[in-house]
Nanobody, 121 residues
Framework: QVQLVESGGGLVQAGGSLRLSCAASGRTFSNYAMGWFRQAPGKEREFVAVISWSASYANSVKGRFTISRDNAKNTVYLQMNSLKPEDTAVYYC?????????????????WGQGTQVTVSS
């Protein structure tokens, strides 16, 4: 079992920054893929970023968001810069028992409870 706890969400003005954290505990393995997804009201959950031995990003956040991990702390981060109102969503951290940079939510085995990010215009 793996437990994930996200933090760092909040309200920010457009153009601002936030850093999300996801602390993992339990039976975790360094460099297994960990991803960030988001879900806005009335929309499906969508891929944002994933990190394993390397990283991959959704086109909508490329150049603005950076995913990183600290294996010693079992923590993954999502640095979000130049935020836009369309980035408003609940952001979820997810853990995959694979090394693949998978973009599909179905490939992730564990999920956090989510943290709200609201970007005002």
């Amino acid at each position: 079992q793996v437990q994930l706890v996200e933090s760092g969400g909040g309200l920010v003005q457009a153009g601002g920054s936030l850093r999300l954290s996801c602390a993992a505990s339990g039976r975790t393995f360094s460099n297994y893929a960990m991803g960030w997804f988001r879900q806005a009201p009335g929309k499906e959950r969508e891929f944002v970023a994933v990190i394993s031995w390397s990283a991959s990003y959704a086109n909508s956040v490329k150049g603005r968001f950076t995913i990183s991990r600290d294996n010693a702390k079992n923590t993954v981060y999502l640095q979000m810069n130049s935020l836009k109102p369309e980035d408003t969503a609940v952001y979820y951290c997810a853990y995959s028992s694979r090394y693949d940079l998978t973009l599909s939510p179905a490939q992730y085995d564990y999920w956090g409870q989510g943290t709200q990010v609201t970007v005002s215009s």
